[in-house]
């Protein structure tokens, strides 16, 4: 069985840091593309970013370029996600998908806050 | 980045009822486009991929068509567990982007 189990959200304050993990299972993590996609609170989703399954290609969305970093770790079936300079327009469930185009699995998502 | 539009926002319909919902790409997205369904507290469920084909488990009352910028997606007749959020996703070229959203809900 997939399993994707994201962990590292939590309270911040803005201009703040957090890291994201997802620890993989039940697949082969290293052939499959990986991405983070979030969801504000009562609001619809967005794709946050992408790494390929060879980590030769990354991909983010304009609204955080420059301020996350997408990362994985074959070796360990690890995706992560570090979030620097946040925003309060970043607060959101941040979801951990596997992907081939379209998303066949989630995680449960871990809830990223940023206040001031 | 492509932009697609959901219509309507809301729907009202009754159990039994036939549903439709549109989405519509600011560019041709070719047939790359997916459907997906969320309920609340839980994360969204692939329902259509490629336009018109059912993902794995996913019930025959769910159907979709369409190709370049306008698509639907019909649910022949309403069950109870229908009601929800549905979400059109296009991944004809990154960043993928998805719709805002339709409402499912009961009348």
């Known amino acids: 069985e997939v399993q994707l189990v994201e962990s590292g959200g939590g309270l911040v304050q803005t201009g703040g840091s957090l890291r994201l993990s997802c620890a993989a299972s039940?697949?082969?993590?290293?052939?499959?593309?990986m991405n983070w996609v979030r969801q504000a609170p009562g609001k619809g989703l967005e794709w946050v970013s992408f790494?390929?399954?060879?980590?030769?290609?990354?991909q983010y969305a304009d609204s955080v370029k420059g301020r996350f970093t997408i990362s994985r770790d074959n070796a360990k079936n690890s995706l992560y996600l570090q979030m620097n300079s946040l925003r309060a327009e970043d607060t959101a469930v941040y979801y951990c998908v596997r992907e081939t185009g379209y998303i066949d699995h989630w995680g449960q998502g871990t809830l990223v806050t940023v206040s001031s | 980045e492509i932009v697609l539009t959901q219509s309507p926002a809301t729907l009202s319909l009754s159990p039994g009822e036939r549903a439709t919902l549109s989405c519509r790409a600011s560019q041709s997205v070719s047939s790359y486009l997916g459907w997906y369904q969320q309920k609340p507290g839980q994360a969204p469920r692939l329902l259509i991929y490629?336009?018109?084909n059912r993902a794995t488990g996913i019930s025959a009352r769910f159907s979709g068509s369409g190709s370049g910028t306008d698509f639907s997606l019909t649910i022949s007749s309403l069950e109870p567990e229908d009601f929800a959020v549905y979400y059109c996703?296009?991944?004809?070229?990154?960043?993928?982007?998805f719709g805002q959203g339709t409402k499912l809900e009961i009348k």
């Open positions: 790494i390929s399954s060879g980590i030769g290609t990354v």
């Open positions: 490629d336009a018109s």
């Open positions: 996703q296009q991944r004809y070229n990154w960043p993928y982007t």
């Open positions: 039940g697949f082969t993590f290293s052939t499959y593309g």
